[in-house]
């Protein structure tokens, strides 16, 4: 009987967890993402300065000290905005750009990706604090320039090289300067936020214009 009783305690110690920790840990995880859904609206709406915890905790449904078991201060909490939602989207780029395809296959697919998975995202938003907030507020500027530019450009660099190497693209201008491929995304997430209700702009014709102007028409069967 006491072996009996023994075998179910260390089956749940080799788990590491007692009963219902499952439950509370589902919890905590949802609170955890509320308060960064929350964050990333009062970000959104006022800005990083005048974004108040307070009001962060109310649109989460938490206590303003529950922001506070999860996250140092309101700083890391935007780091943890852009970890978790921008960190799976440069993996999946760094995929793209690591895969042995043709380039202009790679210039399709990131065209896709940008369209899909930020512009028609709350990504679309981190950038827009970026480019609004990084000016104020450098460490935030060069923690997104840390988290996800320099790994976007490292890898499509290292691409890039190889094309010119393949023959692929006959010069090296790209590879110096990554930032003309990402130009057309930056105009727009700006034009959408001040102009599209005059002129909207049809985003993904934008993105093949520009690939067709830089690696040429893309064959057809």
């Known amino acids: 009987m006491l072996k009996a009783n023994r075998k179910p305690k260390a089956a749940s110690a080799r788990r590491g967890r007692r009963p219902g920790s499952g439950a509370r840990a589902e919890k905590a995880a949802a609170r ?4 960064l859904a929350a964050a990333l609206d009062e970000f959104s709406a006022r800005g990083f300065a ?3 915890l307070d009001d962060m905790a109310k649109r989460a449904g938490v206590a303003k000290g529950t922001i506070y078991l999860h996250f140092r201060d309101k700083e890391a909490l935007f780091q943890e905005i852009v970890r978790s939602l921008m960190g799976p989207f440069v993996g999946t ?8 395809i043709p380039l202009r296959t790679i210039a399709d697919q990131v065209v896709e990706l940008f369209v899909r998975e930020v512009f028609g995202t709350r990504r679309k938003d ?9 000016p104020r507020f450098p460490k935030l500027a060069e923690f997104y320039y840390r988290e996800v530019l320099s790994r976007v450009f490292s ?4 691409r890039l090289r190889r094309a010119v190497d393949r023959g692929e693209i006959s010069h090296d201008s790209l590879v110096r300067f990554p930032q003309l491929i990402a130009a057309p995304g930056m105009v727009a997430i700006i034009w959408s936020g001040l102009f599209d209700r005059f002129e909207p702009l049809d985003v993904r014709e934008l993105l093949r214009a520009h690939m ?3 690696f040429g028409e893309r064959k057809t069967a």
Do not use: C, M, Q, S
């Not at 780029?93 to 042995?100: I, N, P, S, T």
């Not at 890898?155 to 290292?158: L, N, P």
């Open 32 to 35: 955890r993402e509320a308060i």
């Open 50 to 52: 005048a974004a108040r």
């Open 93 to 100: 780029l760094e995929g793209v750009f690591k895969a042995d």
């Open 126 to 134: 981190i950038i827009r604090l970026i480019i609004t907030e990084g």
């Open 155 to 158: 890898g499509a660099r290292e």
């Open 212 to 214: 067709n102007i830089l």
